[in-house]
């Protein structure tokens, strides 16, 4: 089977590229003095460490020969994820990370057997769902280990089954975003996961980091839809979610969910899924102050009114989008843009009493214009990272979550992590990206310089922005993951306990400890 592939140095479908107006690179070069940067270095991908006879052996696994590929290029494809570090490595040409050998299986019989001929020889195994990690999740570590094989699972890409009474689905884990909608939109019915990421994101990815989409006000967040997993781990099949819910002891669904490829490889996946929306509409609305917004968000999560999408912008990230946005009219837009998106089946009634409720709360309607511009808009931003990075500014994102009575202190602190590091010229976005009873996640856009070192100048900003997020007792990660590059504070967030905890549980399942060794468990 053949699949559209990400482009290996940057963001989403080669097709898609946005390359920046000549408008905005005079912008560009007025605040950050920023270049052209060189094209990508020429790339050499090491050769694979993997013996010969291990090769065969692996081989021998599969019905077909053209699912063990060990040439360079699909190597190449299956090296880490994309976050603005990974494209940085990629585009000087580093490697250094990529696997020994690529294996497509196509049912979860072939996992099985891989992960126990990797228990057997000590080989690493790294589950390959969209390769759209942003934390390291995809970089596993080779000392001790006879090599690294790559387990993609894209050709594991099939709807299993449906249940229309219980409204569930079992997909196999390669299925992506579109293809999952597209699939459950033949029974009438939808999952609703819209991560930024959606286009080339997986199923079994959405599981094994927990992930969050842009409906989550509405469908909740992709652990909340998981009902049921099937996982091959070296210790044996675990298949768990013969109900509903249960109070069975702990949720062993719960704990395979974010386990990021350590614990097992997610080869089943059962979800929750809805009735397609008949109907939808998305509005803007304004509001004084990024405190005002806020209260407004937490009135309605506090009233169960949420919509299906709800999203806030701080002042800056507003200013920035009213310059993407000219063509929906409107003078300067000051204060702060809240975007509500409410899809369903007779939604008038809910549209009405939540825009008479942020409309007490102080806010002001400014119609649906910017609404549908920013749903038509949302999958764009990504591609947009590659054009800064092209006339060297440097732009990543990161996020968190906490309290609402500790929004303030937190968006405050991170933005001055932020500043701090990258020095003049900075550029430090934010918005209220998800929203709970209690409180609220913040997503953080950064842009900067990138200078002469510029993963050197990201790597010590993003530490800054992580201590303070730690030292406002707020989360290392809302939906992003652990991986690799959150490690160490994930430790700090859970303390010697919770780390027992996890080791306990990777020495119990992967006592060889095989499964993308060095990712999440501190
Ligand atoms: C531009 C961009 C936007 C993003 N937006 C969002 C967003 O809005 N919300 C959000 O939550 N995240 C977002 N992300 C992060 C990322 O898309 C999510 O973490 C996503 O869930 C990863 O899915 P994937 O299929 O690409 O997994 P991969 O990147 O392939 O893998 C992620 C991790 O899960 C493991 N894994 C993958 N499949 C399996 C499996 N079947 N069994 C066991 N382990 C497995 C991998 O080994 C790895 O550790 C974004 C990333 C990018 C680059």
Same mark, same amino acid.
């Given at each position: 089977m053949t699949h559209?592939?990400?482009?290996? /140095?940057?963001?989403?479908?080669?097709?898609?590229?946005?390359?920046?107006?000549?408008?905005?690179?005079?912008?560009?070069?007025?605040?950050?003095?920023?270049?052209?940067?060189?094209?990508?270095?020429?790339?050499?991908?090491?050769?694979?460490?993997?013996?010969?006879?291990?090769?065969?052996?692996?081989?021998?696994?599969f019905a077909s020969p053209d699912q063990v590929l060990a040439d360079d290029e699909t190597r190449r494809l299956r090296t880490r994820g994309k976050s603005t570090p990974d494209l940085l490595k990629a585009r000087v040409g580093?490697?250094?990370?990529?696997?020994?050998?690529?294996? *497509?299986?196509? #049912?979860?019989?072939?996992?099985?057997?891989?992960? !126990?001929?990797?228990a057997e020889h000590r080989v690493a195994v790294v589950p390959?769902? $969209? $390769?759209?990690?942003?934390?390291?999740g995809l970089v596993a570590a080779r000392d001790g280990f006879a090599g690294v094989v790559s387990l993609d699972l894209a050709d594991m890409d099939r709807l299993l089954s449906v249940d229309p009474v219980a409204m569930t689905a079992t997909f196999q884990p390669g299925v992506r975003g579109p293809a999952a909608e597209e699939l459950l939109a033949a029974h009438g019915l939808r999952l609703g996961h819209h991560p930024q990421s959606f286009e080339f994101a997986t199923i079994g990815g959405f599981a094994a980091t927990r992930s969050s989409g842009q409906n989550s006000?509405?469908?909740?967040?992709?652990?909340?839809?998981?009902?049921?997993?099937? =996982?091959?781990? %070296?210790?044996?099949?675990?298949?768990?979610?013969?109900?509903?819910?249960?109070? !069975? $002891?702990?949720?062993?669904? /719960?704990?395979?969910? $974010?386990?990021?490829?350590?614990?097992?490889?997610?080869?089943e996946v059962t979800v929750r899924v809805r009735a397609v929306a008949t109907e939808t *509409?998305?509005?803007?609305? /304004?509001? &004084?102050?990024? !405190?005002?917004?806020?209260?407004?968000? *937490?009135?309605?999560? /506090?009233?169960?009114?949420? %919509? #299906?999408?709800?999203?806030?912008?701080?002042?800056?990230?507003?200013?920035?989008?009213?310059?993407?946005? #000219?063509? =929906?009219?409107?003078?300067?837009?000051?204060?702060?843009?809240?975007? =509500?998106?409410?899809?369903? +089946?007779?939604?008038a009634p809910q549209v009405a009493r939540v825009a008479e409720e942020l409309t007490a709360l102080g806010g002001t309607a400014l119609g649906e214009d910017r609404g549908q511009s920013w749903v038509e808009g949302r999958f764009h931003a990504p591609y947009l990272r590659d054009s800064l990075l092209d006339v060297g500014v440097l732009v990543e994102t990161l996020e968190t979550a906490t309290f609402w009575s500790n929004t303030e202190r937190l968006h405050?602190?991170?933005?001055?992590?932020?500043?701090?590091?990258?020095? &003049?010229?900075?550029?430090?976005?934010?918005?209220?990206?998800?929203?709970?009873?209690?409180?609220?996640?913040?997503?953080?856009?950064?842009?900067?310089?990138?200078?002469? +070192?510029?993963?050197? *100048?990201?790597?010590?900003?993003? @530490? @800054?922005?992580? +201590?303070?997020?730690?030292?406002?007792?707020?989360?290392? #990660?809302?939906?992003?993951?652990?991986?690799?590059?959150?490690?160490?504070?994930?430790?700090?967030?859970i303390g010697p306990v919770g780390v027992a905890m996890l080791k306990g549980l990777k020495a119990s399942v992967d006592p060889a400890g095989v499964l993308n060794p060095g990712v999440l468990i501190p």
């Open positions: 559209r592939e990400m482009h290996p /140095q940057r963001w989403g479908d080669p097709a898609h590229a946005t390359p920046l107006p000549d408008s905005s690179k005079e912008l560009v070069d007025l605040i950050f003095g920023a270049n052209d940067t060189p094209g990508a270095a020429s790339v050499e991908v090491p050769a694979s460490q993997l013996a010969p006879e291990l090769l065969d052996s692996l081989a021998a696994l580093d490697l250094s990370d990529a696997p020994d050998v690529v294996v *497509r299986p196509t #049912t979860h019989e072939e996992v099985a057997a891989v992960v !126990a001929w990797a390959f769902g $969209g $390769g759209t990690a942003v934390t390291g006000a509405g469908f909740g967040r992709f652990d909340q839809m998981v009902v049921a997993l099937k =996982v091959a781990t %070296p210790i044996g099949d675990l298949e768990v979610g013969s109900s509903p819910l249960n109070a !069975a $002891g702990p949720d062993i669904r /719960q704990i395979v969910l $974010g386990s990021e490829g350590t614990l097992g490889v997610i080869t *509409r998305y509005e803007a609305w /304004q509001f &004084e102050s990024f !405190a005002a917004g806020q209260a407004a968000m *937490r009135h309605l999560a /506090q009233r169960q009114l949420l %919509p #299906t999408i709800i999203r806030l912008s701080d002042e800056a990230e507003t200013a920035i989008n009213l310059a993407s946005q #000219t063509d =929906v009219g409107g003078e300067a837009l000051t204060g702060c843009l809240m975007i =509500v998106g409410h899809e369903g +089946d007779r939604i405050g602190a991170v933005k001055t992590a932020l500043e701090s590091s990258l020095g &003049e010229g900075t550029v430090v976005l934010c918005h209220v990206s998800h929203v709970y009873e209690t409180g609220c996640s913040l997503y953080f856009t950064v842009a900067a310089k990138q200078g002469d +070192d510029p993963l050197s *100048r990201w790597l010590a900003a993003k @530490a @800054a922005a992580c +201590d303070a997020m730690m030292d406002c007792g707020a989360t290392i #990660t809302h939906h992003h993951a652990v991986g690799t590059d959150h490690k160490a504070w994930l430790a700090r967030e």
